[in-house]
Each structure stands twice: as structure tokens, then as C-alpha cells.
RNA sequence: GGUCCCGUAGCUCAGCUGGAUAGAGCAACUGCCUUCUAAGCAGUAGGUCACAAGUUCGAAUCUUGUCGGGAUCACCA
């Protein structure tokens, strides 16, 4: 709250003016009081003792002195040790819940910064289906993109698919070869999942066929260089860059399919894009770029006309960026798509890359050969960087089967939803149609919450077997907290009273504590989009959840005969919905009138 | 082997720009529904913050080393 950064400054004044020692505002920092302390916010006096030359418990003493009389918000203080334990006067929370509970938007929507942002992420091959994994990249890049507009920023969400290479060809091969025209529509199958299907086909064939040929006395390389089907492959790859129109067709067919699939589960995660690029369009860009880069000095060419990349001055290796045969790589196209996107949005003020941590080197290469190359937006680049969802036999592997499929995922935590709530059986007044979106809700809303709540820095576990959790620190909890206030504020009806909420003489301490923690919400905002993590909020709203539990149990609110005090709690609740509602958002997490 | 990341309660995670007696949830055990939704609340138990040194008034947090786990370093994508 704003009172820290006044309190800081007089913090500074009271040490220039007791020690006689100037000390800059900036350096002076406030911590929570711990629980068990009295206090509403805590000044650590120890750095001080230096200056003030004495003891920690007499400095703070005197610093307290200081405030008490000097500032109007500190009502009293005490010191444990070299702790300053301030409380302030209840005028200070009487004023912050008076000029924000029945604002809306508030902590979200501040004033515009002017700045764009692009910020990438779901960007999925087309062979495969999605999984857990892609669930984290996506559920980040929504949330990630919500956190920032919060905070006053453009953004634009980016997809970039990858649909073309060697491993579509797989697919489209074994379709052709064993599919017998099998389409998602003739045999039922979502699209993706019937591509995914003929990928693993052709793994297995073309498993069997090494082993057969490495019977026959062949090493491995050789087998796998002689196979049948890996050349059929690569002649299908070969014909699509040539633009053959009969593998085109299959692949826009199959690519299409494989679109489809995708929206649907897209949908049920609530995941949406400003602008998808497409690899088949992007692969080539980048090659002008190794042109440039050779004229400047930055890239040099090999003998055998390969073109890398020196970065061992940087304590990194050489990078390729063409082959001798003159095709580009992987970092190429990187290179390529980054330029032309500063190209097509020249008021883009930063790049972001939601990609697995797998691919730390690969970004740090690709900003660094940016930042060579002299663009000056390099800097602006950034890699979301998130660790890996890993089952307890460890990663998860499209080609072991030892995925945790999205779409399965999702039916199960509905389900698991459905079950719950029909053992409790509290939707009696609900029409099938709503009790069913109810169950997505929740389901959806346990499966985004138990993934955002962790720092995506971190590697995160998921057991299949144990499955995610509906109680405790998780998203039905705090839905669950969310419709219970809706259910108070029905009973409560309008807000008719409000002007009874300017004669507040004081709070219960269940009512400070839950303004308290109100007052954090939008310094919470800030910080998770700073650090590009939306576990920061989810870990508020629990926080807010559960304090606001305390004050349901503990304090009456509807039931309360005094007039006044009734219309402040219910307030109070309306306000903490409010922000939980707003705080959910921010997850892409919908939450309930009734559960 | 080089580089990078990670080791906190039985399990999953917070806390990490150094600050008080390291916090939650799950699982276990106790209480609380005739009163605003018990997907809740209150409580008990559970820790050598991997280990060892160092920096200092103070270290889970910073430095170094050791051990353990993971990622990455392709004319793959």
C-alpha cells in the first residue's frame, strides 16, 4: 500500500534527524508481521544499529517514538529484539475499504503503458496430440498474457505451429500405407488423435523393419539408413518443399484434421490466439539474414559452405546456421521469424517465448546471435522458460506412450467434478445444462489452479494415480469460497445501505485481517507479471480464500442484528468475491455462483 | 567431459533482493453441521531446509566445495 512508501520516507527522516545520518528512502524496507506479533507491518532496525550506535531495542524504540508522533497512520507500536512492529490507526483501513470495495477492477486494469508485448506459446507440432505439457504452456501463456494487460500492456498472443518437417510425412505415409481412407469422420476418432495415431504406426513399423534388417547383419545406422519407409519418408518431404500437389493435398487434409482436434481442446482449456503463424510459411525466412550476417563479420562460412556461428568468445560453442547444402536449421528460422515480427509490429517493445527449459541453450543462442546481428530490440527478447511436467517414472514420452493425454485429462476432472458434487448433492435447484457446465467449471478449474500454482520455473510432478486434489489448496476450494459469498449476497439483496458504511467507527480483527490481505491484491498483480508467474496469484487467493473462511466461521454477517455492521461485512464479502473473481481471471479460471 | 537448473515435513508445494520460533495443502489423528453452502472451520502430530566449510550482528536464502537428481551441448526439430 501507498502508506509503506510515506512511512519509508519518514522512516528516513527520523534516522537523518535522531543519528544525524542521511540515509536514502529506498533502502528502507517493511516486512509482514509475523502472526504471532502485534502489528500491521514491520521495519527491521538491525542495518540502523550502525548509525544510531546503540543498542537494536533502543533504536527501534526511538525510531517508533519517531513515528507516533510524526505520522497520523501509526497508532502505536512495540519491539521485539530489533523489530519495529507498527500498527496503524484504523482511519488507515476505514479509508482504503471505503475508497476501493466497490471498485471492480480493482488491482487489475491500470492506466496504459503504451507497451506491446507478443508473447508466444502453445506452438505444437501437428503430429501428435497434446498432453499435460502442452497443458502448462498453454495455461501459462493464458495466464501470462492476462497478468500483463493487468498491469497496462498490449499483448499479442502468438501460436506458431509446427506443420511441416519429416514427422508429418510419418504420419501421412503410414495413413496412406495402412489407413485404408480412415477419416475423423468415418471412424469417429478426433483428428488429432488419428494423426497422432498413424505418427506411432509408422514408428512401429519402421521399429520392425530396422530390427529385421540389423538381423540381417546390418548396424544399426545402416538399417536405419536403409529402411524402406524412413526414404519413403524423406521422398514425401522432399516432394512437399518442391510443392508436389498430391502430398500438399493430403497435407493440408491432414493438417486440417489435425486443426480441428486441436480447437476442441483449445476450447475446454479456453485458450485463444491474436495470430498463428505457421512453420510451412516461416521455414524459409531467415536465410537472408546469413547473408547479412556473413557481410558483417558476425557468421562465417566453412569449407564445405556450412555457415556457423563463433560463440565461444561467450563461453558457448559454434552454432550452424546453414548446412553445406545450403538448408537451414532450426535456429535459422528462429532468427528469420523474430526479425520479421519486429518487422510486422514495429511497436512491439518485447518478444516473449513460452518454451520448455529444455530449450534454455537453444534461446540463449538465438538472442545472443540476435544481439551479435545488432538488433537492438534483442534485449526485449525473453524466454518463459518452464520446467517439465514429469510422472512419477520420471518425463513424460510421446514415443513410450507415457503421456497423460489433454483431452483424457480434462474428461477425468470433469468427471471427478460430477461425482464430487453429486455425492454432496447441493445442485438440486440446478437444471442438468447448468450443473453441467458447473462440472466443467470446477473441473477445469482444479486442473488449471493445481498446474499455475506452482512456480513455472520449477519441474512439477503429477501422479496419475492420485490424481488432483478438490480439497485444500486447490481451484475448487477457492470457487467454493467465491459461491459462497454469491450465496450471502443473494440473501443480502441490494446494496441499499451503502451510506451507512461512512459512519465505520472500527474493525473486528477478522475484518482487519481480510482488509489487510485485500489491500495486497494489486502489489500481488505487479509482481507476478513482473516475474512472469501466475503462482504468485493463485497463492494469494488461497491466501484470501482461506482468511476469508475465518471470517465466515467466525464472525456473523447476515446474521448479525446490528444494521451497520451487517452492511460492512457484507461489503467486506462482496469486495473479497470481487477480487477473487478478478484474481481467478487472471488464472483464465471461471468461478461459480453456486457449488 | 563443458554449460545450466534443482535437493525444504511421508507426498505435493510456498518461503530465496539475508531478518523473529522455517509455512500451507494432502495423507494420519481430535473436535465443530437445529444458525449465512462442512468442497468448510478449529486443533494435534510431523523438519539436521541434501552435506560441509565460509561471509556476518543474523543464512533455507549469498560464496565455495562434496554428494544426489535432471536438462542441454547434432549438417535433429
Known amino acids: 500500500m501507498k502508506i509503506e512508501v510515506e512511512l519509508a520516507k519518514l522512516v528516513a ?10 540515509i536514502e528512502e529506498g533502502l528502507v524496507t517493511f ?20 548509525v544510531s550506535k546503540k543498542s537494536p531495542e533502543e533504536t527501534a524504540k526511538e525510531i517508533g517514538e519517531f513515528l507516533l508522533k510524526n505520522s497520523t497512520s501509526v497508532q502505536k507500536y512495540n519491539v521485539v529484539k530489533g523489530f519495529l512492529n507498527l500498527m496503524y490507526t484504523d482511519a488507515v483501513w476505514i479509508d482504503f475499504f471505503i475508497s476501493h470495495y466497490n471498485h471492480h477492477q480493482f488491482g487489475i486494469n491500470s492506466i496504459p503503458t503504451g507497451k506491446t508485448i507478443m508473447l508466444e506459446y502453445s506452438s505444437p507440432n501437428t503430429n501428435k496430440p497434446l498432453h499435460l505439457g502442452h497443458i502448462r504452456n498453454n495455461l501459462l501463456g493464458v495466464s501470462v498474457s492476462r497478468l500483463l494487460e493487468a498491469n497496462g500492456h498490449k499483448v499479442v498472443k502468438a501460436n506458431l505451429i509446427n506443420d511441416r518437417g519429416i514427422h508429418i510425412c510419418k504420419s501421412m505415409l ?55 519407409l524412413m526414404q519413403q519418408a524423406q521422398e514425401m518431404l522432399r516432394k512437399w518443399e518442391v510443392g508436389d500437389k498430391e502430398v500438399r493435398k493430403t497435407w493440408e487434409m491432414m493438417n486440417e484434421w489435425v486443426y480441428q482436434g486441436f480447437n476442441v481442446t483449445y476450447n475446454l482449456l479456453g485458450v485463444s490466439f491474436d495470430k498463428i503463424y505457421y512453420e510451412s510459411n516461416t521455414y524459409l525466412l531467415g536465410k537472408e539474414v546469413v547473408e547479412y550476417g556473413l557481410q558483417k563479420g558476425v557468421l562465417f562460412k566453412k569449407e564445405d559452405g556450412s555457415v556457423w556461428c563463433d560463440l565461444t568468445a561467450d563461453g558457448l560453442d559454434q552454432k550452424l546456421l546453414l548446412r553445406s547444402d545450403g538448408t537451414s536449421v532450426y535456429m535459422t528460422q528462429d532468427l528469420g521469424t523474430a526479425i520479421k515480427r519486429f518487422e510486422e509490429y514495429p511497436l512491439l517493445n518485447q518478444l516473449i517465448y513460452t518454451v520448455g527449459n529444455e530449450q534454455d541453450y537453444h534461446f540463449r543462442v538465438l538472442f545472443l546471435i540476435l544481439q551479435k ?11 518463459l522458460s518452464y520446467g517439465m511436467v514429469e510422472l512419477p517414472e520420471g518425463k513424460m514420452k510421446s514415443r513410450e506412450g507415457t503421456v497423460v493425454d489433454a483431452d483424457d485429462l480434462i474428461q477425468e476432472m470433469i468427471e471427478t467434478a460430477r461425482q464430487t458434487s453429486e455425492e454432496l448433492g447441493k445442485l438440486d435447484e440446478c437444471t442438468e445444462e447448468e450443473k453441467n457446465k458447473l462440472y466443467y467449471t470446477i473441473g477445469l478449474g482444479a486442473l488449471k489452479y493445481f498446474i499455475l500454482k506452482v512456480d513455472p520455473k520449477k519441474k512439477m510432478l503429477f501422479n496419475p494415480k492420485e490424481s488432483i486434489d478438490f480439497n485444500g489448496n486447490t481451484g475448487p476450494f477457492i470457487q ?57 496469484v493463485a497463492n ?9 473462511n475465518h471470517f465466515y466461521q467466525t464472525v456473523p454477517i447476515l446474521r ?22 478478478n484474481g481467478m481471471y487472471l488464472l483464465g479460471i471461471e468461478v461459480p455462483e453456486r457449488m
Open 560 to 581: 448479525e442484528s446490528d444494521e451497520m455492521l451487517k452492511s460492512i461485512r457484507v461489503e467486506i464479502s462482496r469486495f473479497t468475491a470481487s477480487v477473487i473473481k
Open 174 to 228: 503410414a495413413w496412406q500405407q495402412w489407413g485404408n481412407g480412415e477419416t475423423p469422420e468415418l471412424s469417429g476418432m478426433k483428428g488429432d488423435k488419428l494423426v497422432g495415431k498413424y505418427y506411432v504406426e509408422f514408428d512401429k513399423k519402421y521399429k520392425t523393419e530396422v530390427t529385421e534388417l540389423m538381423a540381417k547383419g546390418l548396424t544399426k545406422e545402416e538399417a536405419e539408413k536403409k529402411s524402406l
Open 373 to 383: 546481428l545488432g538488433y537492438q530490440w534483442a534485449k526485449e527478447c525473453y524466454h
Open 540 to 548: 494469494y487467493i488461497y491466501d484470501l480464500a482461506k482468511t476469508y
Open 13 to 22: 527522516q527520523a534516522i537523518n534527524n535522531l543519528f544525524n545520518y542521511p
Open 480 to 536: 467454493y469460497t467465491y459461491a459462497r459469498i454469491c450465496s450471502i449476497l443473494r440473501r443480502a439483496g441490494e446494496p441499499a445501505y451503502n451510506h451507512l458504511l461512512l459512519n465505520i467507527a472500527n474493525f473486528t480483527t477478522e475484518e482487519k485481517d481480510l482488509i489487510k490481505c485485500l489491500s495486497l491484491f494489486p502489489e500481488v498483480v505487479k509482481k507476478a507479471a513482473e516475474e512472469y508467474n501466475p503462482g504468485e
Open 31 to 50: 516486512q509482514k508481521t509475523r502472526l504471532e506479533f502485534e502489528g500491521d507491518t514491520t521495519l527491521v532496525v538491525f542495518p540502523f544499529t550502525k
